[in-house]
Nanobody, 127 residues
Framework: QLQLVESGGGLVQPGGSLRLSCAVS?????????IGWFRQAPGKEREAVSC????????SYADSIKGRFTISKDNAKGTVTLEMKNLIPEDTGVYFC???????????????????WGQGTQVTVSS
């Protein structure tokens, strides 16, 4: 099994920064799991933000956040970090991390690939 717990959300002004963390634990380790970050704004569908592969750490980003967000991981600590800079109000939403231990080393923005999900952390960008 795999447990994921997000933290680091909060209220930030436009142009500000936040660092989200996803703590991974359980019988499945982070180096055996592809990780994705997703977000959902009120009244909108969930959208993919970024992902990182389990073995090579290959990353991918949604066009809407490219150049502003950076995903990284520390296998030894079992954490995945999403650094968010130059935040805009459109970045507001609940941010989820998700784990895919099933597939090969693949970075996908497709939600159905992920079997395990955290509870989410709220990010609000507002002045």
């Amino acid at each position: 099994q795999l447990q994921l717990v997000e933290s680091g959300g909060g209220l930030v002004q436009p142009g500000g920064s936040l660092r989200l963390s996803c703590a991974v634990s359980g019988t499945i380790t982070l180096d055996s799991t592809n990780i994705g970050w997703f977000r959902q704004a009120p009244g909108k569908e969930r959208e993919a933000v970024s992902c990182i592969t389990k073995r090579y750490g290959t990353t991918s980003y949604a066009d809407s956040i490219k150049g502003r967000f950076t995903i990284s991981k520390d296998n030894a600590k079992g954490t995945v970090t999403l650094e968010m800079k130059n935040l805009i109000p459109e970045d507001t939403g609940v941010y989820f991390c998700a784990g895919d231990p099933t597939h090969r080393d693949i970075c996908t923005m497709a939600g159905p690939y992920y079997n395990f999900w955290g509870q989410g952390t709220q990010v609000t960008v507002s002045s």
